[in-house]
């Protein structure tokens, strides 16, 4: 990608980010922290966290997850060991696939 080309998200994307923004913005509002204390918790600045709570597509995923984990937001519907358990069944989903992905090459003509 170009260096002044702008990168462009979906609008599912967008979205999604915007309501984990806002579920963690609640997070904190419920367990009454401000934007100070949550920030220093996750060990960001307050902008950084203003930007988490808007659903910025540009904060590193880590950072929007810790947030997340410091207010109790639940990811995937489960707890730490629902988490790992979750995590080990799709290794073993991945396993069974092909270990590359290939396109399609020339398609065979075996009409004789």
């Known amino acids: 990608m170009a260096a002044n080309q ?5 609008r599912y ?6 309501l984990f923004g806002k579920m963690i913005r609640l997070g904190r509002m419920q367990r ?6 949550l920030a220093a918790r996750v060990g960001i ?13 540009k904060v590193e995923i880590g950072l929007m ?3 997340a984990a ?3 937001v639940k990811l995937f519907d489960a707890d730490e060991k629902g988490v790992a358990g979750l995590s080990e069944r799709t290794d073993d989903r991945i396993a069974l696939l092909p270990k590359h992905v290939y396109k399609a090459g020339k398609k065979v003509v ?3």
Not at 32 to 37: N, Q, S, V
Request: no cysteine; proline share 5%.
């Open 6 to 10: 702008q990168r462009t998200y979906s």
């Open 13 to 18: 994307a967008l979205e999604g980010l915007s």
């Open 32 to 37: 009454r922290l401000t934007t100070p204390e």
């Open 45 to 57: 600045s307050r902008s950084t966290l203003q930007r988490i709570e808007k659903g910025d597509p």
């Open 65 to 67: 997850f810790e947030a």
């Open 70 to 72: 410091v207010v109790g």
């Open 110 to 112: 075996d009409d004789f």
